[in-house]
């Protein structure tokens, strides 16, 4: 979608260039911002959910501003906000995400888990492309947890701070403590 519809002048043509390929929904807006849903039916299977697209309005024009894609894990938006980060205003989408995992539970036998996650994703609107930090995240097999960290965000002039205690984290939760946003001052 990316390349197929990236830009158009009003909201009504952008959801018309989506429904040629997929099928949108709108899930989320702000002012200036709105979050899409699509979907696709792949040949006689059931609908397929492709992930979300954010689209913010820019210079009387529709354009990407923000993209997730789900390689086949379950998620669920749970927040769009706008977001000023040193001296630049942009998107900050929250998903939750759950994926099959396998874990190394005494170096030598691998188990079947599920790692939970809660990704922070910060869009500037200038391209599709969003870091994120991690501020949660858990790997549990049979129930019970094998992995855990939980972080809070703190801001600078572009970057996110994710602080938290990694003690427990392990390799499948130790998330980056740093994330720079790369936005460009306007």
């Given at each position: 979608?990316?390349?197929?519809?990236?830009?158009?002048?009003?909201?009504?043509?952008?959801?018309?260039?989506?429904?040629?390929?997929?099928?949108?929904?709108?899930?989320?807006?702000?002012?200036?911002?709105?979050?899409?849903?699509?979907?696709?039916?792949?040949?006689?299977?059931?609908?397929?959910?492709?992930?979300?697209?954010?689209?913010?309005?820019?210079?009387?024009?529709?354009?990407?501003?923000?993209?997730?894609e789900?390689?086949?894990?379950?998620?669920?938006?749970?927040?769009?906000?706008?977001?000023?980060?040193?001296?630049?205003?942009?998107?900050?989408?929250?998903?939750?995400?759950?994926?099959?995992?396998?874990?190394?539970?005494?170096?030598?036998?691998?188990?079947?888990?599920?790692?939970?996650?809660?990704?922070?994703?910060?869009?500037?609107?200038?391209?599709?492309?969003c870091?994120?930090?991690?501020?949660?995240?858990?790997?549990?097999?049979?129930?019970?947890?094998?992995?855990?960290f939980?972080?809070?965000?703190?801001?600078?002039?572009?970057?996110?701070?994710?602080?938290?205690?990694?003690?427990?984290?392990?390799?499948?939760?130790?998330?980056?403590?740093?994330?720079?946003?790369?936005?460009?001052?306007?």
């Open positions: 979608m990316v390349r197929k519809c990236p830009r158009a002048k009003t909201w009504n043509l952008v959801m018309s260039c989506l429904a040629q390929h997929a099928t949108p929904k709108l899930s989320r807006e702000v002012k200036g911002a709105k979050l899409v849903t699509l979907w696709s039916k792949g040949g006689t299977g059931p609908m397929t959910d492709n992930g979300v697209l954010l689209y913010i309005e820019r210079n009387g024009q529709w354009q990407i501003g923000g993209r997730f789900t390689y086949g894990g379950e998620y669920a938006v749970l927040g769009l906000s706008t977001v000023t980060i040193g001296k630049r205003t942009g998107y900050r989408l929250d998903i939750g995400q759950a994926t099959p995992v396998t874990v190394m539970v005494d170096a030598i036998s691998p188990v079947q888990g599920t790692q939970r996650m809660r990704r922070s994703m910060f869009c500037s609107g200038d391209s599709y492309a870091p994120e930090a991690i501020t949660s995240c858990d790997v549990s097999v049979n129930g019970n947890a094998w992995y855990v939980r972080g809070t965000l703190g801001f600078e002039d572009n970057a996110v701070n994710v602080i938290g205690d990694r003690g427990r984290a392990g390799q499948q939760c130790n998330v980056g403590q740093k994330v720079y946003l790369g936005w460009v001052n306007r």
